[in-house]
C-alpha cells in the first residue's frame, strides 16, 4: 500500500499525491455504504491497479485532525488571508469576517499584508498594531518588491494552507514566488482530468514545497456570518477569552451590560476598532434571527 494526500476529488475520481508521483483513485464501495466522503486533504492508503496508467484504488482514509468548512478541505494547518496595503486598501469589515469564520472553525489564521511598497504614508502599520494586540500573526510583505517573501516561506512549510482574501491582493503573486512551477503544475493536473472539464469545480490541494500545499479553492469567498449564534459571537474574538466568564451578568453580551470585564478593557488589550466590529456582527446576527422568526 502507498500512502499519500488527495490533492483533487473530482466525478468520483480522487487524485492522490504519494512518493510516487499522483494516482488516479476510486474508492472503494465500503466508503459509499459507510455514508464517508473522501475529502481533499485527507491522508490515505492507496492500493496501485496500473503503474503504467497511476491508477488505483483508495482503500483507507486515515484519522482526520479537522475539516473545513468552506471550502470543505480535512487536515488545514491554517488559513493565510491576504490583503493588499492599497489598491485595494484595506477592508477590515471583510477582513474580520474571514477571521470570524477561521475561528468558529478552529483553525489558525496568519494575515498577509501584500504591496506594502506601494503604501508610500505605510497606512498598513496600524492594521498590525490592531491585530497583532488582537492575538494574531500578521506578516507584511510585497511579492513585486521581495520585501519579507523569505519570511512568508517559512509559514507555509510543512502545513496544508487555505489561502484565502479578495481579488486584486496578489494572491496569485504570492503563489507564484512561493513555487514559480505552480501554474504549470496546475496545469498538468488538469490535463490529467480531462473529464473534469466540465464539471463542478472543487477545492485542490497544490504543492509549493515537499509536504507543503495551499488549497486553491472557489469556494472561499462565502463570507456569510449568519449560521453563528450571537451568544456564541464572543467566543470568535481571541482578545475577548481572557475575561469571559468574569462579566457580573451570567450570559453578559458586552454591550449595555454594567461591570463587564470585556467592556473594561477596550482601548487596552481590546483594540476599540475590533470591539466596534463585534457590535456591528452581533446587531447583524440578531437582525439574523428576528428575520427568522417572522
Do not use: W
Request: hydrophobic share 35%; proline share 4%; with cysteine.
Amino acid at each position: 500500500m502507498l500512502k499519500g494526500t488527495i490533492v483533487k476529488g473530482i466525478g468520483g475520481f480522487y487524485y492522490v499525491d504519494t512518493e510516487g508521483g499522483i494516482y488516479e483513485c476510486r474508492a472503494r464501495g465500503k466508503f459509499r455504504k459507510e455514508k464517508i466522503t473522501p475529502l481533499v486533504g485527507d491522508y490515505v492508503e492507496i492500493s496501485v491497479i496500473d503503474e503504467s496508467k497511476k491508477t488505483g484504488s483508495l482503500d483507507e482514509i486515515l484519522p482526520r485532525k479537522n475539516m473545513m468548512i468552506r471550502p470543505k478541505v480535512a487536515n488545514v494547518d491554517q488559513v493565510i488571508i491576504v490583503f493588499a496595503a492599497v489598491i485595494p486598501d484595506i477592508n477590515a469589515d471583510l477582513l474580520d469576517r474571514f477571521l470570524v469564520l477561521a475561528e468558529m472553525q478552529s483553525i489558525n489564521a496568519v494575515i498577509c499584508i501584500n504591496k506594502i511598497d506601494l503604501d508610500k504614508d505605510e497606512k498598513y502599520k496600524k492594521y498590525i498594531e490592531i491585530y497583532e494586540r488582537a492575538g494574531y500573526r500578521i506578516i507584511a510583505v510585497s511579492a513585486l518588491e521581495s520585501i519579507n517573501t523569505e519570511e512568508l516561506k517559512k509559514i507555509f512549510e510543512g502545513k496544508i494552507t487555505a489561502f484565502a482574501g479578495p481579488s486584486g491582493v496578489g494572491k496569485s503573486s504570492i503563489a507564484n514566488i512561493l513555487n514559480p512551477d505552480i501554474n504549470a503544475q496546475t496545469g498538468d493536473v488538469s490535463r490529467k482530468i480531462e473529464r473534469g472539464k466540465h464539471t463542478t469545480r472543487h477545492a485542490e490541494l497544490m504543492q509549493i514545497f515537499e509536504n507543503s500545499y495551499i488549497v486553491d479553492s472557489p469556494g472561499f469567498t462565502s463570507l456569510s456570518i449568519e449560521d453563528i449564534l450571537s451568544e456564541e459571537l464572543e467566543n470568535y474574538f481571541p482578545e475577548f477569552k481572557p475575561y469571559l466568564g468574569g462579566c457580573y451578568f451570567t450570559g453578559c453580551s458586552h454591550i449595555k451590560e454594567p461591570d463587564c470585564r470585556v467592556k473594561e478593557h477596550v482601548g487596552d488589550e481590546i483594540p476599540q476598532e475590533r470591539y466596534d466590529r463585534y457590535l456591528t456582527f452581533y446587531d447583524e446576527l440578531k437582525n439574523v434571527y428576528r428575520e427568522r422568526k417572522k
